[in-house]
């Protein structure tokens, strides 16, 4: 990921989280299958439960970042650890239920995000304060996230 501003298209926001979750899904339907080792991308090392958590923590960051602009606030402090860190619990061997978790977590997030952008007005998706990111471009980076799964794959 680099500090460039997001791309976008043509796509409605809320159907890029939309497509991004349900690819990302898609890969994680085969991670049951996941041999313990994990997978070195952009010299940074990604398991099933890793890449998970990331895309997780990446819509529920953006859209903080969109709530607090649609409520005229500051966002908070960007304060992740992101990527950088493996945890323990990243090691984990990802289960059935894990999947199962994971599709319920990201789905819900993807929902939240449909309603949030609901509230953004077609004029107010390509606007913001300064060097913020715009509504449309906070969903665009937000539906990069699949970018952690492809880290993974689709595992034979």
């Given at each position: 990921?680099?500090d460039?501003?997001?791309?976008?298209d043509?796509?409605?926001?809320?159907?890029?989280?939309?497509?991004?979750?349900?690819?990302?899904?898609?890969?994680?339907?085969t991670?049951?299958?996941?041999?313990?080792?994990?997978?070195?991308?952009?010299?940074?090392?990604?398991t099933?439960?890793?890449?998970?958590?990331r895309?997780?923590d990446?819509?529920?960051?953006?859209?903080a970042q969109?709530?607090?602009?649609?409520a005229?606030t500051?966002?908070?402090a960007d304060?992740?650890?992101?990527?950088?860190?493996?945890?323990?619990?990243?090691?984990?061997?990802?289960s059935?239920?894990?999947r199962d978790?994971?599709?319920?977590?990201?789905?819900?997030?993807a929902?939240?995000?449909?309603?949030?952008l609901t509230?953004?007005?077609?004029e107010a998706m390509?606007?913001?304060d300064g060097?913020?990111?715009?509504?449309?471009?906070?969903?665009?980076?937000?539906?990069?996230s699949?970018?952690?799964?492809e880290?993974i794959?689709?595992?034979n």
């Open positions: 990921m680099t460039e501003r997001p791309r976008i043509d796509r409605d926001p809320a159907d890029a989280i939309d497509q991004m979750v349900e690819h990302v899904l898609r890969l994680a339907e991670w049951t299958r996941w041999d313990g080792v994990p997978v070195t991308s952009g010299g940074r090392s990604y099933p439960h890793k890449a998970i958590r895309v997780a990446h819509l529920l960051d953006h859209l969109l709530d607090a602009h649609v005229g500051a966002p908070l304060r992740w650890h992101g990527s950088s860190i493996t945890t323990a619990a990243d090691l984990a061997p990802f059935r239920e894990d978790e994971s599709r319920s977590r990201l789905e819900r997030l929902q939240l995000w449909r309603s949030r509230e953004v007005s077609a390509d606007r913001a060097d913020a990111y715009t509504p449309r471009e906070m969903a665009f980076c937000a539906a990069g699949d970018f952690y799964a880290a794959g689709m595992l």
